[in-house]
């Protein structure tokens, strides 16, 4: 009977070895690894699925060529090649969120991109392997697509109180025609500051506007732009100088029309991915161009005392 039972506790051992050994404590949930994905996805300024075709160096200076085979989100081409920093094997596939690092010394023209993610995402027969599971890949893109659907606003929304601030706070400045508004409509918004990430549902519009003249920034000449427009966004504004309250009520900005020319304050892309801009603030971040005189919101306090746009074209220049 001893022996008997001898046996039966080896047995049971053995099996909980080779159970142990199928399922490693360290395998993530589904849900776990779709939280990495969220993570990552909202950190990148680039994500592509792409075939490691090169190693370069090792170790901590370790850098792989990279072939891209589809763009998932960013700016990048299919069939074109870029640098990721880290240890990745020729042949094997991945999905890479990256974000761009500096350009390389040794290569013209090339820029180094860093992963996002704490561990590579790995592409075989349509499933994406991590954390010890295989997810096929269509539920990776679901998850993305989803993610995308949701607008990254910025997160500062500061009242300017001199030309100077607005100036280094505007990402670009250009004068440009409202080709197209669209009607206005619920839409939800991301704001990420630091490691807050806050959603909630705003009234907006989308316009597209032809760029005619450059004054600050990377905006060219015949350029289009989609623009998002968030009336209620001047009623949450923060003043820059005192970072106290400083609302105002929607109605007080120059209102949009389609065919009329503005000059534009734009503020810094909270996200590379997407594809629209936003203005410094909604009552700061245009003003109406007509015959080089200008229309100026009476609670735009930096620009009132302007009437033509070369007078506050030539002061822009002085302080950007």
């Not at 197209?180 to 989308?206: C, H, P, V, W």
């Amino acid at each position: 009977m001893k022996r008997i039972t001898a046996l039966s506790t080896l047995a049971v051992a053995v099996i909980a070895l080779i159970i142990g050994r199928a399922i490693p404590a360290s395998v993530m949930s589904d849900d776990r690894v779709m939280a990495d994905v969220r993570q990552s996805y909202r950190s990148a300024s680039l994500v592509v699925l792409g075939e490691c075709i090169q190693k370069i160096n090792s170790g901590d200076d370790a850098k792989s060529r990279m072939l891209i085979d589809e763009v998932i989100a960013g700016n990048a081409s299919k069939g074109s090649e870029i640098l990721v920093k880290g240890s990745y094997t020729v042949g094997e596939k991945y999905l890479l969120y990256l974000t761009e690092g500096d350009d390389v010394q040794y290569a013209e023209d090339e820029i180094d991109y860093c992963s996002t993610s704490a561990d590579n995402f790995v592409i075989r027969d349509g499933n994406v392997e991590y954390g010890g599971l295989q997810i096929k890949i269509s539920e990776f893109k679901k998850e993305m697509d989803a993610i995308s659907r949701v607008v990254t606003a910025p997160s500062k929304n500061y009242y300017y109180n001199d030309i100077r601030s607005l100036v280094n706070a505007s990402e670009n400045i250009f004068i440009g025609r409202v080709d197209s508004a669209s009607n206005m409509r619920s839409t939800r918004f991301r704001t990420q500051d630091g490691g807050s990430t806050i959603e909630k549902k705003a009234l907006s519009a989308s316009l597209t506007v032809s760029v005619y003249g450059n004054i600050k920034g990377d905006i060219g000449y015949g350029q289009e732009i989609n623009l998002i427009y968030v009336p209620s966004g001047s009623e949450d504004m923060t003043d820059a100088d005192t970072l106290q309250p400083r609302p105002v009520s929607a109605d007080k900005a120059v209102k949009l029309s389609e065919g009329d020319i503005y000059l534009f304050f734009l503020a810094e892309d909270p996200d590379p991915k997407q594809d629209h801009c936003f203005p410094v603030n909604s009552i700061q971040g245009w003003i109406k161009v007509e015959n080089d005189k200008l229309t100026v919101s009476e609670e735009n306090g930096v620009a009132r005392g302007y009437t033509d746009l070369s007078q506050l074209a030539a002061d822009i220049n002085k302080v950007k």
